[in-house]
């Protein structure tokens, strides 16, 4: 991507994958923007479709200060409005933030910005495997959490073993290739184990840990523009075995 190519090194411990080298800024740039909102993700339409569980959440804790971190479209920083937050959000790109300002009658600041509160509870949702200094990035966000104070964190975990990553290393090793052109959008590609304990290593103690089985990084339902694809049909037909595989063996691949 972008003249350059970025390998995975995998954690012989937790088995979790690590992108080296990490983007730099100008590959981040690159990378980000409205174009990978509008052509990578489709806009939630409804924000408890994405983010019920958090609503849920939200609806049973005292009302206070909730910072969405990476907030994206908005979805979710609208919704806790509506119930009475104190919403805040942070998002990477600058383009986000001057569209969401705005949209929006809330406070939106750019990551290198300080928000006007700290939070009773803040919010990463699919945050975590884009972060490309860790040591640095985790210390700063939970700076914004009071203490007491609760993070809510959700995102993929692609590293771990399923039948569906099984068939994709499989396949490169028959063509005999490694390489992808797809940009290194998610530069950690986490286990459970990995997940957890990079949870631990940041002094965060555990309230609750889900883990499920969602199509990404195929697609959820098959269109019939999709179904000219043989590629994306493959994909399709081989996360749904992968799915009827995770509920029989009662493995998970999503955290």
């Known amino acids: 991507f972008n003249d350059r190519t970025f390998q995975y090194l995998e954690c012989l411990d937790c088995r979790s994958l690590v992108c080296h080298p990490m983007p730099d800024l100008e590959t981040l740039s690159a990378m980000y923007g409205n174009n990978y ?18 609503i849920e959440f939200l609806k049973t804790r005292p009302k206070g200060v909730f910072i969405d971190y990476g907030c994206g479209h908005g979805s979710l920083l609208n919704a806790a409005s509506e119930l009475g937050w104190e919403s805040i959000g942070i998002e990477f790109s600058e383009e986000k933030v001057t569209e969401l300002t705005g949209r929006l009658d809330l406070e939106i600041i750019s990551v290198d910005e300080r928000p006007s509160k700290i939070a009773d509870v803040i919010h990463l949702g699919d945050v975590i495997e884009h972060l490309t200094k860790l040591d640095q990035q985790m210390p700063a966000i939970l700076e914004l959490l009071k203490p007491g104070g609760i993070l809510v964190a959700h995102g993929p975990l692609e590293g771990n073993s399923n039948f569906f990553n099984f ?6 090793k028959i063509r005999r290739s490694n390489e992808s052109r797809t940009p290194p959008y998610h530069v950690i590609l986490a286990t459970t184990d990995g997940q957890s304990r990079f949870f631990q290593r940041h002094n965060l103690r555990k309230l609750h840990f889900f883990v499920h089985d969602i199509p990404f990084p195929a697609p959820g339902r098959m269109t019939a523009k999709m179904s000219k694809s043989p590629r994306l049909v493959a994909l399709f037909i081989v996360r749904k075995l992968s799915t009827i595989f995770a509920k029989v063996l009662g493995m998970r691949s999503r955290g």
Do not use: M, N, Y
């Open 37 to 54: 909102f509008e052509g990578c993700h489709s806009v939630e339409a409804d924000a408890q479709t994405k983010f019920g569980r958090v």
């Open 167 to 172: 068939v994709l290393k499989l396949s490169r």
